[in-house]
């Protein structure tokens, strides 16, 4: 298990989609991937979950993941989340 917090750029102004684009990165590995942020967890997979969890500008929100490719997905979504891609 990976875990791995990360401040939230503004994803907003970044991206065209980017509660759809998060899922899709998610979706591409087969670990499961978490978002936590206070006291909330959501199946970053889940576009259900992404869009009631709505991460943005200024939140830390820790990525954990489990599985064989969990640190590729751990790290794509931190560069996603901080507009590095």
Do not use: W
């Not at 991460?55 to 990525?63: D, K």
């Amino acid at each position: 298990m990976l875990r791995s917090e990360v401040m939230v750029k503004d994803i907003d102004k970044k991206y065209d989609h980017p509660l759809a684009e998060i899922v899709q990165i998610a979706s591409q590995y087969k670990s499961e991937i978490l978002l936590e942020y206070d006291k909330y967890k959501i199946n970053a997979k889940s576009i259900m979950g992404i869009i009631a969890f709505n991460p943005s500008a200024g939140m830390n929100v820790v990525i954990t993941a489990d599985g064989n490719d969990e640190s590729d997905a751990v790290s794509a979504l931190k560069s996603f989340l901080q507009c590095e891609q």
